[in-house]
Structure formats: structure tokens, C-alpha cells
């Protein structure tokens, strides 16, 4: 079992960045795929971006390709989400999670990740 821990939230401007990392403790970190899902107020928890456990994979919505970049650094149990160009609409909740992938490609599914932190809120005005 892993658990994970979000920080680096906060409220920014429209235009602003942010670094979110989520820190690993438990069992052996690079066994896990990692991801970042955010929820907005009223609406249901959706997918941000997700990286393998070697870190040789991403993916990520469309709605933050060429804005977020997501890595990690394996020796120090911590992955991370580098939001650029923030825009309003990003302000949600972001939550880290963890999965044991035993076959098939990266998930951007909630549901292949068993593993959560509780959150960190990004707030972006404009």
C-alpha cells in the first residue's frame, strides 16, 4: 500500500503557474503508476495527466496539453504537476493517485487508480 500526500496549491491570477508535488510513502514508489485527477465544484472528478512508473510515459487531457507537464523523481518519492498558463477553469481540486499497472497502457480512468491523497485546491481568478 502507498500513501499520498498533495501540496503546493494555492490561489493564483489567470496567466499565473503553480508546481503541485505529491509525496509517496509505503511500499516502493517507481512499482506505481502515477496521476493527477482535479474536481470543480458541481462537477465529477476528471482526469488531468498520468505518467508510468519509470517516468519514460505520459499522457494527459486535452485541456492541459502543451500547459502542464507531469514528472517525477523516483528517488524522492515525490511526483509533480508543473501548471502553466493557468486559466479560471482550472480551479479545482487536484488529487494524486497511485496504481499497480499489471498490463494494458497508461489509465486516464478514475477507477484504475487505487491509491489517493486527499486533494489540494487551486483556485485561478481571472
Known amino acids: 500500500q502507498v500513501q499520498l500526500v498533495e501540496s503546493g496549491g494555492g490561489s493564483v491570477q489567470a496567466g499565473d503557474s503553480l508546481r503541485l508535488s505529491c509525496a509517496a510513502s509505503?511500499?516502493?514508489?517507481?512499482?506505481?503508476?502515477i496521476a493527477w485527477f482535479c474536481q470543480a465544484p458541481g462537477k465529477e472528478r476528471e482526469f488531468v495527466a498520468a505518467i508510468n512508473r519509470s517516468g519514460s510515459s505520459t499522457n494527459y487531457a486535452d485541456s492541459v496539453k502543451g500547459r502542464f507537464t507531469i514528472s517525477r523523481d523516483n528517488a524522492k518519492n515525490t511526483m509533480y504537476l508543473q501548471m502553466n498558463s493557468l486559466k479560471p477553469e482550472d480551479t479545482a481540486v487536484y488529487y494524486c493517485a497511485a496504481t499497480i499497472r499489471l498490463a494494458g497502457v497508461l489509465s486516464t480512468r478514475e477507477r484504475a487508480y487505487a491509491y489517493w491523497g486527499q486533494g489540494t485546491q487551486v483556485t485561478v481568478s481571472s
Open positions: 509505503g511500499r516502493t514508489f517507481s512499482a506505481y503508476d
